[in-house]
């Protein structure tokens, strides 16, 4: 009886010490999940914080307590983020630090054109382009050189000019390094190289490589003459033929031939005048190959095939 009554007691003993041991491992499981808890609990208490004070992305306030007023805009300024944010992404791609700034910029995509010149009826997309527009009716030239006086509409185009004193010459042919200080210069020059001949006469279909040799010769066509002598009354639809025909009044000889030292009043004679010294004849009869030095004599020539 003795030995049954040893045994139970043991068995309590182990009862009690099992119950005991499963009572501290389920409180080390219920550690993590308390753990756990209490992180949740300060991130929410974080936020919490972070929405009553109102902070925003890139916003920064220097004192905590902020009027009605300031929340308002700060949220009005937010939600203009979002929009540039939803531009950037969707529209453009192109960012802009200023919704104004955006604004303009979609005009680009929508060809709105709310400025109107009540002169001439052009359109503008740009407040600033209006404004310059309209010193081409008023005459205004804000811009001066400081250096020689002249006035400009155009800042850009004082900018320019300032390359004359400083003798600046950014742009460079990349066939030939020759340099200019104009953009426009450049373009021009690059035709020599390419051949290219854009400028097209809708008369006679005569193409040419600048602008202004185009408006020369449509005056073939018209007729105009706008340089007039005022000494003779004679009129030449070019200004170099009428630079030319002043000589004859002021007695000028500015071109020298470099092999004799005779002198003329014109480029293209002295230019004649060197064949005498090149022996060059250009001008080829195509029925019998004889060449002549002078137009007038080949022309001379080609009449006795008639």
Do not use: W
């Not at 097209?200 to 005056?219: A, P, S, V, W, Y």
């Amino acid at each position: 009886m003795a030995f049954i009554k040893e045994e139970i007691e043991e068995m309590k003993i182990e009862e009690v010490f099992s119950l005991k041991h499963e009572e501290t491992e389920e409180k080390t499981d219920m550690m993590p999940l308390k753990e756990e808890c209490e992180v949740l609990k300060e991130m929410e208490e974080k936020d919490q914080y972070e929405n009553d004070h109102d902070f925003i992305t890139e916003e920064k306030y220097v004192t905590c307590s902020q009027t009605e007023k300031t929340l308002k805009k700060s949220r009005e300024k937010a939600q203009k983020k979002e929009t540039i944010s939803y531009f950037t992404r969707f529209q453009g791609r192109k960012s802009f630090n200023q919704q104004g700034n955006l604004k303009v910029h979609m005009r680009i995509h929508t060809e709105e054109k709310p400025y109107m010149c009540p002169q001439c009826g052009k359109t503008f997309d740009h407040k600033g382009h209006f404004q310059e527009h309209l010193r081409v009716h008023t005459g205004e030239k804000p811009f001066t050189c400081q250096q020689c006086g002249k006035s400009f509409t155009l800042k850009v185009s004082l900018n320019r000019h300032m390359r004359v004193h400083t003798g600046e010459k950014p742009y460079t042919c990349q066939q030939c390094g020759k340099s200019f200080n104009r953009k426009g210069s450049l373009s021009r020059h690059m035709r020599l190289h390419t051949g290219e001949k854009p400028f097209t006469c809708q008369e006679c279909g005569k193409n040419f490589d600048h602008h202004e040799n185009l408006k020369i010769h449509m005056r073939t066509h018209t007729g105009e003459k706008p340089y007039t002598c005022p000494q003779c009354g004679k009129s030449f639809n070019q200004k170099g033929h009428f630079q030319e025909h002043l000589t004859i009044h002021t007695g000028e000889k500015p071109f020298t031939c470099q092999h004799c030292g005779k002198s003329f009043s014109r480029k293209g004679v002295l230019n004649t005048h060197m064949r005498i010294h090149t022996g060059e004849k250009p001008f080829i009869c195509d029925l019998c190959g004889e060449s002549f030095r002078h137009k007038v004599s080949f022309k001379h020539h080609m009449s006795s095939h008639l």
